[in-house]
């Protein structure tokens, strides 16, 4: 219930044209006793990370041992530490009007990331002893500006041209052809913009195996990419069932951009994967989707394999990705039992596994 | 993007040299990776996808090393190497530290057994591949007894 107060009165950071403004006629059901998300609010992404917060600090350090030191650093409380490349060309035109500088007397800048209660100074002055510094290097420490970090991130997103006539676009861009199929995307923090090898093959398989009429299951739905492009595709109705509340709430977002009816899109919010609780409580249907798609990870679709499968109808066709080609093998091994006709496709690293469920 | 060594048909003008601690399988688009990478204009979710699917095989949450290559066309590559022998030492024996006076005072023992789990472990690791498993595991004893922790046949 708190979590639900702290949404509400939480002040909007307006990220311009990155708002998620959710439409309320979207609802969601969660398996777990709900910490509701009211969704009537106007939200914004950066919303559910102002609990993340984190120390900026940025440390001088001669140039001859950065090495040492940042692994120091690392060792003594610092969560990570970047160190931007020499760059000779520039070292030499200075050398012209400074000409005292020696090698070792170059200062370099070490950006770090602190978590927010680490005592950054100790950490500092341990990781400086440590490698037989004399002095502590000059520092200063700013509270990290999640903004800066969340919105760089968006506007690396680019319309992204999966096949020919299907594109999917971020939401502040137009479409660049206006007449394909386009999959309107604020991905917010969830995966799944299309440009990953395995979002590529998870839609080329759905756009092969849907020719309308479907009912499909998005097992790790992420922003709900697939789950709305099967939509487009002429499926008669999608359900996206993840993990993370913020999946959740960024595939709400996602199926009102591209004007997904309520009656056609479900979203589930499902419990952590643990060996027991494999996600029992969600409720859909067994054995009532004719394709079925999971591209998460190794570990979670062969714990969840009897589970995943068991939403398929008969003779109905599962897909399983985000997994490497060196994996393949182990995933194989566990669906077979399961599966016939079984066929791989590939991308690079990546794999999609496709088979259909064997009748019996 | 992500991209396999094997592409570089041209060197690429490196932006940055990153290094940071994430658990296995449990990359996220948050601190500490996300500043750390957004900075730099790297793809976050290719790198969290990327990077939890290759830390699958280890116990989830253990901390790895990743050092991240950030090229000015915001491609970039990652190692990841799991946690330094004495973190597994530590962990195995159930300490927070080692010996004040290691050599003198002895915090408390492993067995050879313990030895050889880390060292296949550690077998794994970049740049310890070709380290046959002997070698692997008299560096480890090597490493404990520096700690203070002692090596034994068996514990009783």
Known sequence: MSAWHFIKHFPCTNLSRHILRVKPRRCFTSSTPPSSFSISASLSTSESFAAAPYLSVRIHCPKHIVDPFSEALLCFGASSVAVDEYDEEEEEEEEDVTSESSLASREICIESIFPVHEEVKMCISQAANSIGLKEIPKFNVELGDEQDWITKNQELFQPVEIAERLWIVPEWTSPPVAEAVNIILNPGLAFGTGEHPTTKLCLLLLQSLIKGGEAFLDYGTGSGILAIAALKFGAASSAGVDIDPLAIKSANHNAALNNIPLEKLELHLAPPSDNSSCGTEIPLPKEQFDVVIANILLNPVMELADHIISFAKPGATIGISGILSEQLPMVKERYSPFLEDISVATIGDWVCMSGTKKKS | ?156
């Not at chain 2, 597994?88 to 057994?113: I, M």
């Not at chain 2, 591949?129 to 514990?155: F, H, R, W």
């Open chain 2, 1 to 156: 993007m992500a991209a396999a060594a094997k592409d570089i048909a041209t060197r690429r003008a490196v932006a940055a040299t990153i290094k940071l601690t994430v658990p296995a399988g449990g990359a996220r688009p948050a601190p500490p990776v996300g500043p750390a990478l957004g900075q730099y204009r790297l793809n976050l979710m290719a790198f969290c996808k990327d990077f939890n699917a290759r830390t699958q095989k280890y116990k989830p949450e253990t901390p790895m090393a990743v050092k991240i290559t950030a090229y000015k066309d915001n491609s970039f590559e990652f190692t990841v190497k799991s946690p330094s022998v004495s973190w597994y030492v530590k962990k195995a024996a159930g300490v927070e530290k080692g010996s004040t006076r290691p050599g003198h005072l002895t915090v408390t023992t492993l067995s050879v057994r313990h030895v050889y789990e880390i060292a296949k472990v550690k077998q794994s690791d970049p740049f310890c591949g070709y380290m046959p498993l002997e070698s692997i595991c008299k560096s480890i004893v090597g490493t404990a007894n520096s700690m203070g922790i002692k090596i034994v046949q068996d514990l009783e």
